[in-house]
């Protein structure tokens, strides 16, 4: 079975900074969109930000702009989530599902259940 791999969570304190990563040897990320997703038991799936195929538009949800980015790292076949100045609140298991996707097409359209490959997640828990 086809999954993403999802590392670099942990425990950090609040205002710190963390960087994901969100890899796969099964295919070439790069001719996927792909997304990063946060769960919370009891809440709603939510996603933070994505990245359309061949290095699309990112899209960034409202709620963590400025402190949530999404890059590329094609020698890795990876994509990487940047968070600064984290807060308790983005305590989350993060996924990163993918799917493929037409270069012209933004992945902000892409609703959670049209990915295809997700991996198990990786726990960020911010606390003092």
């Known amino acids: 079975q086809v999954q993403l791999v999802e590392s670099g969570g942990g425990l950090v304190q609040p205002g710190e900074s963390l960087t994901l990563s969100c890899e796969t040897s099964a295919f070439t990320l790069d001719y996927h969109a792909v997304g990063w997703f946060r769960q919370v038991p009891g809440k709603e799936r939510e996603e933070v930000v994505c990245v359309g195929s061949m290095d699309g538009a990112p899209f960034v949800t409202d709620s963590v702009k400025g402190r949530f980015a999404i890059s590329r790292d094609a020698a890795k076949n990876a994509v990487i989530l940047h968070i600064n100045s984290l807060l308790p609140e983005d305590t989350a298991v993060y996924l990163c599902?993918?799917?493929?996707?037409?270069?012209?097409?933004?992945?902000?359209?892409?609703?959670?259940?049209?990915?295809?490959?997700w991996g198990q997640g990786t726990q960020v828990t911010v606390s003092s």
């Open positions: 599902p993918s799917v493929y996707r037409h270069p012209s097409l933004s992945c902000s359209g892409i609703r959670g259940s049209e990915f295809r490959f």
